[in-house]
């Protein structure tokens, strides 16, 4: 149950009308209509005669890319690509979070994919959604499911945040622990030891000698 951001962008008569889909998601579940293609406003009036967009509505892809629930906001000009399926939870029976929830996760999203069509492309249409069994407890229930995962989405995001400034850390640190270790600031020194740069000297030294040096005959074995 990831958060969705938004990026918009007011359609004004002379740019058309945002389409989106499932393309316009990544990957954390952000919905960026300013990316989306545009049509006409005829189509936008059509669609909007067959559906409007109410708090707590949120898209389910339906073609190729199965799932990816995403949150749509109200009260923007837009319209839904035929690839989605327009998923509108009544507030009397289900909490439309809860519902997100239930769509985002692993096994929901195995069975759709088992009951898809399975042609040119994945397919799992609004008949075959309508029908699909559901798990509702009590709104009450539904509640504390709601919070428990948003909980644990907000507990690994505080993990990954602070893997992200390790590993920041430790790309900064490598350089400069390799150079102290060529200078011999890592470990306390014994003073009797030569300087890394003698050593290095002579070993190149030797290379060197080794290359020049003639190579020595076999001896000839009769038989």
Known sequence: MRRNALCLLRPTRANGVPYIGIGEVDKNGNLNIAKAKKVSWDV?????????????????????????????????????????????????????????????????????AGQANSTSQAAFGIKKMRAFPLLLPSKQEQTEIVRRVGSLF???????????AARTQVEKLTPATLA?????????????????????????????????????????LVV
């Not at 907000?154 to 992200?164: I, S």
């Not at 002579?202 to 040096?213: K, P, W």
């Open 180 to 220: 102290k270790a060529f200078r011999g600031e890592l470990v306390p020194q014994d003073p009797n030891d030569e300087p890394a740069s003698v050593l290095l000297e002579r070993i190149r030294a030797q290379r060197d000698e080794q290359a020049t040096a003639k190579p020595k005959r076999g001896r000839k």
């Open 44 to 112: 936008y009036e059509d669609h909007s005669k067959r559906y409007q967009i109410r708090e707590g509505s949120f898209m389910f892809g339906k073609i190729g890319t199965l799932g990816r629930p995403t949150f749509l906001p109200s009260g923007e000009k837009y319209v839904i690509s035929a690839n989605v399926i327009l998923i509108q939870p009544n507030p009397e029976k289900v909490i439309s979070k809860y519902l997100h929830v239930l769509f985002s996760s692993p096994k929901v999203l195995a069975d759709i």
């Open 154 to 164: 907000a507990y690994a995001d505080r993990l990954e945040a602070r893997y992200a």
